[in-house]
């Protein structure tokens, strides 16, 4: 296995995160159309990787504009949080999604700063035959010294509405499982009080060392 640098997994993890995905048919169309977002999102990502340091508040906007409608934070937050999210109001898990997602710009553009040059193969897109509002996307991400990742990532529909990105695997990591193993951890750790968990989720994030499991699996 390949060590992946915590900078470089970071901006792997959160660049996947942001592909957005639109209405496709067959599976050869939604492949494609996939492959054209990805690009677009690399050659973004390429453009944007002076803008945090310059306005951190127009990169959050930037971020929060592109990805809106595409990936489904909500749904990923709920996730997250587990069975814990049965006893927050409305309120906490609103503010829980805000958090996370500024969690999620904070440390991927900090990542980005100095992280390796890499492109995206799209390799295949399988939807389920049981269901077909559910997919996933086999990728390959390839640096500019020509190490390789692995990533899968998982997208559902609504009847009649578009694609949206719902988990990634790295490497045979699940991304989503590590956040919400992490979300339960600093729940016993404040005695399972909510508020404290979702004030210090981005504290939280900072010290999960998912690149660490990734190299070791």
């Known amino acids: ?47 944007e990787r002076g803008l945090y340091e310059r306005d951190p508040e127009a990169f959050y906007k930037s971020m929060d504009e592109a990805l809106d409608g595409f990936v489904d934070f909500r749904r990923i937050a709920a996730r997250v949080m587990g069975r814990y ?21 904070d ?3 900090q990542a980005l700063v100095s992280a390796e040059d890499f492109k995206i193969n799209v390799n295949d897109a399988t939807i389920n035959p049981q269901n077909d509002n559910r997919a996933s996307v086999a990728m390959e991400v390839i640096t500019a010294s020509g190490n390789r990742h692995s990533v899968t990532y998982s997208m559902h529909r609504k009847e009649g509405s578009d694609w949206m990105m719902e988990n990634v695997i790295v490497e045979g990591v699940n991304i989503g499982l590590s956040f919400r193993d992490r979300f339960t951890q600093e729940m ?7 508020q404290p968990v979702i004030d210090g989720w981005s504290d939280a994030v900072k010290s999960l060392n998912l ?5 070791k699996s």
Do not use: H
């Open 211 to 215: 690149e660490d499991e990734v190299n």
């Open 107 to 109: 440390s991927y553009a």
């Open 1 to 47: 296995m390949i060590a992946i640098t915590k900078r470089f997994f970071l901006v792997l993890t959160l660049s996947v995160f942001c592909v957005t995905f639109a209405q496709a048919g067959p599976e050869e169309d939604l492949q494609q159309y996939v492959d054209d977002n990805t690009q677009r999102l690399v050659d973004k990502l390429n453009e």
């Open 85 to 105: 999210a049965r006893q927050t109001t409305v309120e906490q898990r609103d503010e829980f999604v805000v958090k996370f997602k500024r969690s999620l710009f």
């Open 188 to 194: 016993e750790a404040n005695r399972g009080q909510v």
